[in-house]
């Protein structure tokens, strides 16, 4: 065991770059990214706010990569980093953030909070102080390959009984196959009726698809705990299993931070470009769509709305997609207030949701969705996150509030024309 | 005004003096009011300053004159008609003035000495020019040095008068870099009361505006922070500039022959000093009344106040900086980039020293 | 030293000190900052960096309804005290001649009227500003001594140069000298105080618009 304050500090010096150093630098303490924040806005507690997560790598760009800071710590003037002040910080960094990223769209100066929080994770997690929660993830999603804990022959079972219920093969390790779908512990485990609707869509419209024995699982909790060491070395596993396959694009499932692990981050993880492209499977459903593939025999009447995962939308670009496909399938959608790019987080994302003691906060800032779903009152949400749709399902139960969670793949899937 | 002449009228009052030379009562009173108005006395002291000058008894007036250009002088005598100011000035018994006395050399000192020995505590010093302290022998009279002799002179004297900026405040022979070390007048005396009637040269009418309230109330008149008579310093050039609506509106002329100009805009982008310069020019006037240097069409040079000389270009505006910095912020610039790029580098050696030391993190690494 | 003296020192040596301690001051800043560089980025792109940033940098200027809403107080305060401040440092006549003097260049100027207009609206927001830093719970959270010192350094100029266009107080010469030295004080803390952001937040916003642009986002 071997974690450190001299190896966290050493991590946040390697953290700061250009972009770090031009948003501290910004910062003109307006207090903005407070009101941008579910954490802050539901319990309006200060220290909850964006920009603060982030002193443990402020001190560390201020003392060691500005000149008067420099000088500053010369005489013993610049605030230090220690084992005391990462403690406190713990619960701010992991508990109170989603990496949601929507601080970043307002704070006036152009500051990326969520990435520089990103960053400061990676500080903490070697300091020692990353949450049982999520070591106990990471641990096994290294060693096991799932944060779940789901291994092999629990994916076997599952298309076993999928292929039963359809009578359809799923195509397993298929060499030279178009795509290779992945899939995240959560779908494997809660929601198998995934796999199922992704291989009736793709039967239905002739795609050539596979899922690797080798690499299935998308979700990464390297990036969650901030270890690029770590979450590259999980990102590996695919691109070794997509090139073993020579598919053409891999893709990534209902699942918001496995793809912004695996399409954004990825190739910088690997330190190089992949051979193969990543799409979510919003993208290449819509791509069907606009094909002329994806034809559909009935639609949904009841009032619909869509959460946006905020690593699909905000922090994925995946924006336009589930609204197009949405259109085609539902008749009275609409959208919440605060959507799109804007949409607030429902509290789980980032690693919150592996973290245990995170638990109580995360359903009390639930109360911005549910104010946000007041205000519409739909009859069932739309989703495109398993983590989401789990959170929301546990939220709503507590919060006593009876609306259905969907899949987009499997609402899809439902109305497809025979 | 030989010595005779003064002996003769000697014992005239002012209000005497006046009619023998044919001025009405009524052109008395009205320059009495004149007199009031221009030194922001209420029009109810008008009788009080009409019956005190009437009985004013002329005053010995000592006139030293040391680093100047005579400037002071003329313009205090190039009256173009009679008028009850330049009768004033006549008035007064001027005992000694290297340019309008008669007498010369030894005489002229004898009467400067004597007049300091029959009116000792009650003339009036008259200072024109400053005082050189670099070295005593760069302006000296008769003999004796330009510091000597106001020392002298001053001891006697009732009140002291600066006469022009170069008394008040160094002048020009003050100016950057002041070779001769000169000084003014209360720089070097300090236990007098001091009257400074600053300007290059100062405006006539304060001369006698001043010698009139001297004769009518035997004291000083309200003196602002750095020596002048509120009465005509107390407002500055651009406060009663005929051209300031045009300044607010931020019309002004940009050349001296542009259309600006020929309108009569504000003078400001021509280097005014009129903002920053305390006098009475946009109100007496010059000339008899004529006009004043922005009438004329050219900024005000700010001469009433000290340093004027120093103020960095006489067309340069206010607001620019005095000297030329353009030059400094381009090396500043080179150094700088030349500075950025050496800290740059430093913070880039310290961020891949890190990256080089990183070592890869295992599971291990993520339990104390 | 006289009160002409001191208005000279400002206008000479002055500000030369303050000039080249700011250029220099903020170009090493800028260069400490961009220097560090980043990481090209190796995933695919699915929209353009430059354009992105670009755009950032001028929709950061504006905000989604929801945002105006939640956070009224602090965009309205800021734009008028922001607008006020510039207009009446880039827009008064003689500023303008300094700018002209110093980099050759000038424009038009406001009428003196409305800078004087502008800068006592700029005063009250910047004093409501004040008030609210000191009694507003996340503002109270995140005040450091340095705020106030920004704070601190903007406002002196205003109010000095209300002072110094009114002639309240003080002679003339002393008014003018007075606001020149807030503003040459102001330029030589300015690369080391939050000030520096009418610099970086270009840089700040330009990379948040890169990142996002390059997925796609228009942030
Ligand atoms: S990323 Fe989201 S949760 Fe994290 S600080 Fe920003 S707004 Fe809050
Ligand atoms: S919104 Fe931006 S500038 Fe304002 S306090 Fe937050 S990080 Fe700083
Ligand atoms: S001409 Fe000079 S004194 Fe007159 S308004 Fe313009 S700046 Fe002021």
């Keep these: 065991m071997s974690a450190s304050l001299e190896k966290g500090i050493h991590a946040l010096k390697e953290q700061v770059d250009s972009t770090v150093a031009a948003f501290f ?15 802050y806005t539901e319990t309006g507690e200060p220290e909850r706010m964006p920009i603060n997560k982030v002193e443990p790598l402020r001190r560390i760009w201020k003392s060691e990569y500005t000149l008067l800071g420099r000088i500053g710590k010369l005489f013993g003037l610049t605030k230090k980093v220690d084992d005391k002040l990462l403690t406190e910080w713990e619960t701010l960094v992991y508990d109170s953030c989603t990496l949601c990223g929507r601080c970043s769209m307002v704070c006036p100066v152009g500051n990326d909070i969520a990435l520089m929080i990103r960053k400061t994770r990676e500080g903490m997690a070697v300091a020692g102080h990353a949450p049982e929660g999520l070591i106990g993830a990471t641990t096994r999603a290294i060693t096991i390959g799932s944060p779940m804990g789901v291994k092999l022959p629990a994916l076997q079972a599952q298309i076993r009984h999928v292929e039963e219920s359809t009578g359809k093969t799923i195509p397993v390790d298929v060499e030279g196959a178009e795509y290779m779908l992945l899939l995240s512990s959560m779908e494997i485990m809660n929601f198998p009726e995934f796999i199922e609707a992704v291989s009736k869509i793709f039967d239905r419209a002739g795609v050539s698809w596979t899922i690797s024995t080798e690499a299935f699982e998308a979700t990464n909790s390297g990036i969650q705990i901030g270890v690029s060491d770590l979450a590259a070395e999980l990102v590996q596993r ?90 085609m399938v539902a008749d009275n959608f609409v959208e919440m207030p605060d959507t799109g790019k804007m949409n607030w987080c429902c509290g789980a994302g980032g690693g919150v949701s592996s973290n245990e003691r995170a638990d109580e906060i995360r359903l009390k800032v639930f109360q911005r969705k549910k104010e946000q779903l007041d205000a519409i009152k739909p009859d069932a949400i739309v989703s495109a996150c398993s983590n989401c749709r789990l959170n929301l399902e546990d939220a709503l139960e507590e919060y006593n509030m009876d609306i259905p969670l969907l899949s987009l793949t499997e609402m899809l899937a439902d109305h497809l024309a025979d | 005004m030989s010595d005779r002449k003064n002996t003769a009228q000697a014992d005239l009052t002012l209000g005497e003096v006046l009619r023998k030379r044919g001025i009405s009562r009524r052109s008395f009173l009205k320059f009495c009011a004149a007199t ?60 000694y003035h290297h340019t309008l006395q008669a007498a010369a050399g030894t005489h002229a000192e004898a009467a400067r000495i004597a007049s300091m020995e029959e009116n000792f505590g009650k ?86 505006g001043v010698l009139t309230h001297f004769l009518t109330f035997g004291e000083l008149p309200e003196l602002d922070h750095i020596g002048r008579p509120m009465a005509f310093y107390g407002k500055s050039i651009h406060d009663r500039c005929y051209r300031r609506p045009f300044y607010d509106k931020g019309l002004f002329a940009e050349t001296f022959d542009d259309e600006g100009a020929k309108k009569g805009w504000c003078l400001y982008k021509l280097g005014c000093k009129g903002p920053t310069t305390y006098n009475a020019c946009a109100t007496t006037k010059w000339n008899d009344g004529t006009s004043f240097p922005i009438e004329a069409g050219h900024p005000c040079l700010g001469c009433s106040e000290p340093d004027f000389w120093d103020g960095g270009g006489f067309y340069k505006a206010l607001s620019m900086p005095t000297e030329n910095i353009t030059q400094n912020i381009i090396y500043a610039a080179a150094g700088a980039a030349a500075a950025g790029v050496a800290v740059g580098a430093l913070n880039r050696a310290k961020k891949s020293k890190a990256q080089a030391t990183h070592q890869k993190v295992k599971l291990e690494d993520l339990n104390k | 030293m006289s009160e002409i003296e001191f208005l000279d020192w400002v206008r000479g040596p002055g500000f030369q000190i303050a000039a080249v301690i700011f250029v220099a001051g903020v170009i090493i800043r800028i260069l400490e900052i961009l220097m560090l560089g980043r990481k090209k980025n190796l995933a695919e792109a699915r929209g353009s960096e430059m354009l992105g940033g670009l755009r950032t940098i001028v929709t950061r200027s504006m905000h989604d309804k929801a945002t105006f809403q939640r956070s009224a107080f602090t965009i309205v305060s800021g734009y008028i005290f922001h607008t006020g401040l510039l207009l009446s440092i880039f827009f008064f006549a003689p500023h303008i001649l300094m700018f002209k003097e110093v980099f050759g260049l000038s424009w038009p100027s406001l009428p003196t009227p409305v800078i004087d207009a502008l800068a006592v609206i700029s005063i009250i927001a910047l004093l409501t500003i004040i008030a609210r830093r000191m009694s507003n719970k996340v503002m109270r959270f995140l005040n450091t001594p340095g705020d106030y010192l920004a704070w601190l350094l903007t406002i002196t100029p205003l109010v000095t140069g209300y002072m110094a266009f009114h002639r309240i107080g003080l002679p003339a010469p002393t008014l003018l000298a007075i606001h020149i030295l807030s503003v040459e004080i102001l330029l030589v803390l300015f690369p080391f105080t939050k000030l520096m952001h009418a610099f970086t937040l270009f840089m700040a916003r330009w990379y948040n618009g890169a990142i996002s642009g390059y997925r796609g986002v228009a942030s």
């Design chain 1, 238 to 327: 695919i691109v070794d299993a997509a090139e073993k396959l020579k598919v053409k694009t891999v893709i990534s499932p209902e699942c918001g931070h496995a793809y912004m692990a695996i399409r954004w981050e990825g190739p910088n993880l690997v330190g190089k470009p992949f051979s193969f492209k990543v799409r979510h499977i919003l993208e290449v459903l819509n791509e069907l769509r606009e094909q002329g593939k994806l034809e559909i025999s009935s639609r949904e009447t009841q009032k619909l709305t869509y959460h946006d995962p905020c690593q699909i939308s905000r922090r994925g670009g995946v924006i336009n997609e589930p609204r197009s496909l949405l259109d």
């Design chain 1, 25 to 39: 630098s910004s910062c003109v303490h307006c207090g903005m990214c407070a009101d941008a924040c579910l954490f």
């Design chain 2, 36 to 95: 009031a108005s221009m030194m922001a006395m209420p029009p109810s002291m008008v009788p009080a300053i009409a019956a005190a000058l009437e009985k004013a008894r002329r005053p010995s007036v000592i006139w030293l004159s040391f680093q100047e250009c005579t400037g002071c002088t003329e313009s205090l005598t190039r009256s173009h008609s009679t008028t009850i100011e330049s009768l004033i000035f006549d008035h007064i018994s001027l005992d």
């Design chain 2, 123 to 208: 003339y009036l010093l008259i200072v024109d020019g400053s005082i050189p302290m670099g070295n005593p022998g760069y302006s000296t009279i008769a003999g004796v040095s330009n510091h000597d002799m106001l020392m002298e002179t001053a001891k006697g004297a009732a009140a002291v008068i600066a006469v022009g900026t170069c008394a008040a405040y160094g002048g020009i022979p003050h100016a950057d870099p002041n070779p001769t070390g000169a000084v003014s007048v209360g720089d070097l005396i300090k236990d007098k009361p001091i009257i400074n009637v600053p300007g290059c040269p100062p405006i006539p009418v304060v001369i006698t």
